[in-house]
């Protein structure tokens, strides 16, 4: 689909990131075995046509790109407990060990480069920002999901910014477990960051009760809404 290359070629020439912030971040494009993907997340769980969009953090650093070139972790901490999570909403997503192409649900990021340093390297607003106004905002225009999910701090950041959600709480610790109506009619979610920390800030049951509404909400979703433009 001409529109979707586009959007994976937009990811692999950005360099806005890069050059505001060098020693910092990287892109993945730098790689000759960097997949052709907006989201290295949706080798995974990349539904064209999905009924959630869900936005988590980082696709982590360097050296973890390099180490599974371009992929996943069979057991990657983060998606084992999101596969359990989706599972609670109902949905019947496929183990992240293996592409799930048929379960309606896509997985992206706050940001689509990789850090430079520790996995847990902090994320930067400014990466954020851009990456969603550059990438975020297209993403969404071509999926239309009817559910979008926020997670962690970069990722309610994100969503928050796309959707023009400003009179929603800034900070996750305050935003998760609620929900939003965006103005085109998408019901919007706030969460915690479901890997190993996140748990520690949002407990398991929180996150577990969280993820049920947000199956509820799937089960009985609107139509897309209407495409975002920018600034809205």
Not at 77 to 99: D, I, M, Q, W
Request: glycine share 8%; hydrophobic share 40%; with cysteine.
């Amino acid at each position: 689909m001409a529109e979707f290359d586009e959007l994976i070629a937009a990811r692999k020439c950005c360099r806005i990131c890069v050059e505001r912030s060098p020693g910092k971040i990287r892109s993945c494009a730098e790689f000759d075995f960097d997949p052709d993907v907006v989201s290295h997340w949706e080798q995974w769980l990349g539904h064209r046509n999905p009924k959630l969009l869900a936005v988590g953090q980082d696709f982590g650093n360097i050296g973890y790109f390099v180490r599974c070139r371009g992929r996943d972790e069979p057991d990657n901490k983060t998606n084992v407990n999101l596969y359990r999570l989706l599972r609670a909403a109902r949905l019947a997503v496929g183990h992240p060990s293996r592409r799930d192409n048929s379960t309606p649900v896509f997985l992206t990021n706050s940001i689509l480069c990789v850090k430079e340093g520790a996995m847990n390297s902090p994320i930067r607003s400014s990466w954020v920002d851009a990456c969603s106004e550059r990438h975020l905002l297209p993403l969404v225009s071509f999926l239309r999901p009817p559910v979008v999910v926020g997670m962690g701090n970069a990722g309610w950041r994100a969503v928050r910014h796309v959707f023009a959600l400003h009179d929603a709480p800034r900070q996750i610790s305050r935003a998760a477990g609620s929900d939003w109506l965006a103005r085109d009619g998408t019901r919007v979610f706030a969460v915690g960051h479901c890997g190993p920390l996140g748990v520690i800030n949002r407990p398991w049951p929180q996150q577990l009760d969280d993820w049920r509404r947000i199956g509820a909400a799937v089960s009985v979703c609107h139509p897309a809404g209407a495409p975002l433009r920018s600034g809205e």
